[in-house]
Structure formats: structure tokens, C-alpha cells
């Protein structure tokens, strides 16, 4: 697949925002952890896979990570500046303080980082990799949303039925009714032949439709 034909996928993995007459459930908070880059990739795109025009793509099964920024009545946020980061198939972030000790494990095609704008629609989309456990944490992927005049929101996505939930300390303490909002299925791509995933994920943000 070519670098940039993915974005013509948007159309079929992204659902068309709907109204909503009551509040929904607003999506729970996270930490930020301890690895958000603190030098930023060469590249910082919604494609992860590649960096730059390198011809060499990073390892891991291949994910579209799609969703919407919502209000807290379901109305889509334009402008909103969604970022994701996450380890490589590794287990490795692109932060000095884990990727100098690791720079043998580092996948240098994986850009670890990545953002997108949000249109009128409210809807994101990333290519990247299914995330992969390490020690101490059950695999996800971190996910920022930032809005002018607004502080910063930032949460993380999770595989549903991953067996390393049961465990994850930052997951447990979530309450259950609430955990499942940061629970997505990675689910096959229909009609790709690499074994492709997408999953989705709705941010749910505690802002009024006013106020945006």
C-alpha cells in the first residue's frame, strides 16, 4: 500500500455522526505515563508506519485506529489537534529514557507518534500498529486531544478481551461501568490480505456544544 493511499479509507472505517438528545458518558482520563516523546520523530503524521518516504515500514500488524471528539451531547469538535503514541512491536517508546537503553530492540521505522486535525465531522484516523504488551502493562496506545483555550485531555485505548486487562494497574483503576468506554475491538479489516485491523475509538469530551 502506498504511504499516503490510506487516507482514502477514511470513508469506510470512519461512521457518520449522528445527534444525540441526552449527555453521553464522557470518556475516563488517563495518564499521560512517563514516555511521551520528549523529542518528537522527523515525521508526525497519522501514519505511523513509515517515516518520512522510507521505503521500510515498521513491524507489527498493521491497525487503523479511527473514531470522533465528541461534546458531552454527542456534537462533533472541529479543530481538535489528536495525538497518539505508543511502544513499537518491541516494546519500546520513542523516549531518551527507553529508547537509549534499548537502541539494539528500537524499530527505527516506527514513528511512535502521530497527529490529526479533526474537520467539521469530528473524526481521526491513524494507521499504525495493533499495541503490544511489555512489563508492567497491558497493551495500549495513548491518545491526547488538545483544543484551543481548552487543557489538554488525555486518555488510553485498550484491546477488549485482552487477558492482560485483569492486571493492568492504570485500567483497574478505572471503575468497571466506566472501563469499558476505553475498551476497543481490533477487529479484521474486510477484504485485506495482509491481515490488516481497525479499531474504533470515541472520545467523549465533559465540554458543552457551546462551548466549542
Same mark, same amino acid.
Given at each position: 500500500?502506498?504511504?499516503?493511499? !490510506?487516507?482514502?479509507?477514511?470513508?469506510?472505517?470512519?461512521?457518520?455522526?449522528?445527534?444525540?438528545?441526552?449527555?453521553?458518558?464522557?470518556?475516563?482520563?488517563?495518564?499521560?505515563?512517563?514516555?511521551?516523546?520528549?523529542?518528537?520523530?522527523?515525521?508526525?503524521?497519522?501514519?505511523?508506519?513509515?517515516?518520512?518516504?522510507?521505503?521500510?515500514?515498521?513491524?507489527?500488524?498493521?491497525?487503523?485506529?479511527?473514531?470522533?471528539?465528541?461534546?458531552?451531547?454527542?456534537?462533533?469538535?472541529?479543530?481538535?489537534?489528536?495525538?497518539?503514541?505508543?511502544?513499537?512491536?518491541?516494546?519500546?517508546?520513542?523516549?531518551?529514557?527507553?529508547?537509549?537503553?534499548?537502541?539494539?530492540?528500537?524499530?527505527?521505522?516506527?514513528?511512535?507518534?502521530?497527529?490529526?486535525?479533526?474537520?467539521?465531522?469530528?473524526?481521526?484516523?491513524?494507521?499504525?500498529?495493533?499495541?503490544?504488551?511489555?512489563?508492567?502493562?497491558?497493551?495500549?496506545?495513548?491518545?491526547?486531544?488538545?483544543?484551543?483555550?481548552?487543557?489538554? !485531555?488525555?486518555?488510553?485505548?485498550?484491546?477488549?478481551?485482552?487477558?492482560?486487562?485483569?492486571?493492568?494497574?492504570?485500567?483497574?483503576?478505572?471503575?468497571?461501568?466506566?472501563?469499558?468506554?476505553?475498551?476497543?475491538? !481490533?477487529?479484521?479489516?474486510?477484504?485485506?490480505?495482509?491481515?490488516?485491523?481497525?479499531?474504533? !475509538?470515541?472520545?467523549?469530551?465533559?465540554?458543552?456544544?457551546?462551548?466549542?
Amino acid at each position: 500500500m502506498q504511504r499516503r493511499s !490510506f487516507l482514502t479509507l477514511s470513508s469506510l472505517l470512519l461512521t457518520t455522526p449522528g445527534a444525540f438528545a441526552d449527555e453521553l458518558a464522557r470518556t475516563p482520563k488517563q495518564t499521560e505515563g512517563p514516555f511521551y516523546p520528549d523529542k518528537l520523530p522527523l515525521d508526525t503524521d497519522n501514519d505511523l508506519l513509515t517515516i518520512n518516504d522510507s521505503l521500510t515500514p515498521a513491524v507489527g500488524v498493521v491497525t487503523y485506529l479511527s473514531g470522533r471528539i465528541l461534546d458531552s451531547h454527542g456534537n462533533p469538535i472541529r479543530n481538535a489537534t489528536v495525538e497518539i503514541w505508543q511502544c513499537d512491536h518491541n516494546g519500546v517508546y520513542i523516549h531518551s529514557q527507553d529508547s537509549t537503553p534499548k537502541k539494539d530492540k528500537q524499530d527505527k521505522s516506527f514513528q511512535g507518534f502521530g497527529r490529526f486535525v479533526t474537520g467539521s465531522t469530528g473524526e481521526y484516523l491513524f494507521r499504525t500498529i495493533k499495541p503490544v504488551p511489555y512489563p508492567g502493562r497491558t497493551p495500549h496506545i495513548h491518545l491526547a486531544v488538545k483544543l484551543k483555550g481548552k487543557k489538554e !485531555f488525555v486518555t488510553q485505548c485498550y484491546i477488549a478481551g485482552e487477558a492482560q486487562n485483569q492486571t493492568d494497574g492504570p485500567l483497574k483503576g478505572i471503575p468497571e461501568p466506566q472501563r469499558k468506554l476505553l475498551l476497543s475491538e !481490533f477487529k479484521p479489516l474486510k477484504g485485506s490480505k495482509i491481515g490488516e485491523l481497525t479499531a474504533g !475509538f470515541d472520545v467523549v469530551l465533559g465540554i458543552t456544544p457551546d462551548a466549542h
